[in-house]
């Protein structure tokens, strides 16, 4: 029987596991933490005949070698284990190209970029089930990948949001439809320079039959048509703002299509049907119509989908409205663009809530928001010392470290209604590592404290 070792007990992990193990693996899944979740799921794993090792890294006996990796999408490519695996001639994968080999007679439409990627996934994956289609959102969304290929029917598409991290592990991966929201500085920790982040994304793209680029955004379209010739690129500007003579774009508000160089520009859906804020938003709206056309899914499905979408959660989310206050969950701007996007969308003046485990990358845009359109700015979580430093520096006083969510919430509320402020916004900058396991627990906790206390 042949075995495999598996990097890590997340969503992804199990689903690998139980994937190779329907296939006639021995599997054993190991993870370097240990906790009294892991520890439920491994004594529930091992019912189905799965070993699971805790506090445990992988190790190799040359005598009894695996002939197969998998690794979860947060396990760092280059760590020392993986290099020697590779060196060892081990097989070694990420547990998406995994899925790929059980779904590849599927088609795909594979998103990435370094923001906006969920709210197109999820836009999209909505257009597909408009039209009938089995089409499961997963990847960074939804499900795990390996839990698609799982299923006792195979879907009729698949939509895929998939990350750097996943596209570095995934050699074969090859949509139908790829699609490239923007490209900004982020994991700059783990790909060490921008041409290396940008070539890992560009992998997916260039494995890709149709590519659809987001041409409004200032690092691709500065590439734009010398690197990718037959890509459909899109625009909120206008016509005369498309890269080459084929794509998508606004006009008179509507999304429009053009196909090919010579066809006559077709109106597919008004703009104002898509509830979401903000312009790039709309952005996200060109690129999932584009999709779906390329699809060749009618515009009724797709005016239908758009009417009904309601928006992702942690994304610019609403929650309540205390007094006249709106609080906006927004947990999944986790680096410094996704945050100036953040508060780009919202009314000013807004009272932010910022801070969590910083990232690198380029702060000023981020900072001249805040100065624009924010009355006061609450900072929590480790980043909180260096944040204020940076607003002092910029000649921003009006901030306040209150450590932690449960002190922000108040808080805000008072400062609201101090500064007249119609917003509160939940938009970090960060990740959320140093206080919750991910971005979504900060948001849950975030609506749950909200919530609260717009009871009292």
């Known amino acids: 029987m042949p075995r495999a070792s598996i990097i890590g007990l997340g969503k992804s992990g199990i689903a690998a596991a139980r994937l190779l193990q329907r296939e006639g693996w021995e599997v054993l899944l190991c993870d370097r933490n ?66 790929w080999r059980y779904l590849q007679t599927r088609p795909w439409v594979g998103i990435t970029g370094t923001n906006g990627k969920t709210t197109t996934t999820a836009l999209i994956a909505a257009i597909f089930q408009a039209a009938g289609l089995d089409a499961p959102a997963c990847g960074n969304i939804g499900y795990a990948a390996c839990e698609v290929a799982l299923a006792q029917k195979l879907p009729d598409w698949v939509i895929g949001e998939i990350s750097s991290y996943q596209i570095e592990s995934s050699a074969t991966l090859a949509p139908r439809i790829g699609v490239w929201t923007t490209f900004t500085p982020d994991h700059l920790s783990r790909h060490k320079t921008l041409d290396n982040y940008y070539n890992i994304k560009a992998q997916l793209l260039h494995q890709s039959q149709l590519q659809v680029f987001n041409g409004d955004d200032a690092y691709l379209s500065k590439v734009g048509l010398s690197e990718w010739p037959d890509a459909y690129w899109t625009s909120v500007k206008g016509k005369d703002y498309l890269i080459g003579d084929k794509g998508f774009y606004i006009e008179d508000g509507w999304v429009v299509e053009k196909l090919t160089a010579t066809s006559t520009p077709q109106p597919i859906v008004e703009v104002s049907a898509l509830r979401m804020v903000g312009e790039h938003n709309q952005q996200n709206l060109l690129m999932s119509v584009a999709a779906a056309r390329l699809a060749e899914i009618d515009r009724d499905a797709i005016s239908r989908a758009i009417r009904e979408f309601p928006g992702v959660p942690h994304r610019l989310e609403h ?14 701007a986790t680096n410094y663009d996704a945050a100036e996007v953040g508060l780009a969308s919202v009314n000013s003046p807004a009272i932010l809530i910022a801070g969590g485990e910083a990232k690198a990358g380029d702060d000023t845009g981020w900072l001249a928001k805040i100065q624009a359109k924010t009355a ?3 900072l929590i979580g480790n980043a909180a010392p260096a944040f204020a430093q940076r607003l002092q ?20 509320a008072e400062l609201a209604k101090k500064y007249q402020a119609s917003v509160v916004l939940l938009s970090p900058a960060c990740a959320s590592f140093d206080q919750y396991p991910n971005f979504e627990v900060r948001g849950d906790r975030f609506r749950q404290l909200c919530l609260e206390f717009a009871k009292i």
């Open 319 to 332: 929650i309540c409205t205390w007094e006249g206050i709106d609080f906006i969950n927004d947990s999944k």
């Open 376 to 378: 006061a700015v609450l």
């Open 393 to 412: 520096e910029v000649g921003y006083s009006n901030y306040e470290i209150v450590e932690t969510m449960e002190n922000a919430i108040p808080k805000s």
């Open 34 to 99: 240990t906790s009294e979740t892991l520890l439920k799921q491994q004594q529930e794993l091992a019912t189905e005949k799965i070993t699971v090792k805790l506090g445990y890294s992988l190790e190799f006996n040359d005598a009894d070698l695996p002939q197969l990796i998998v690794v979860s999408p947060g396990v760092p490519w280059d760590i020392p284990v993986l290099v020697k695996a590779r060196e060892l001639g081990i097989e070694t994968i990420g547990e998406m190209e995994l899925a």
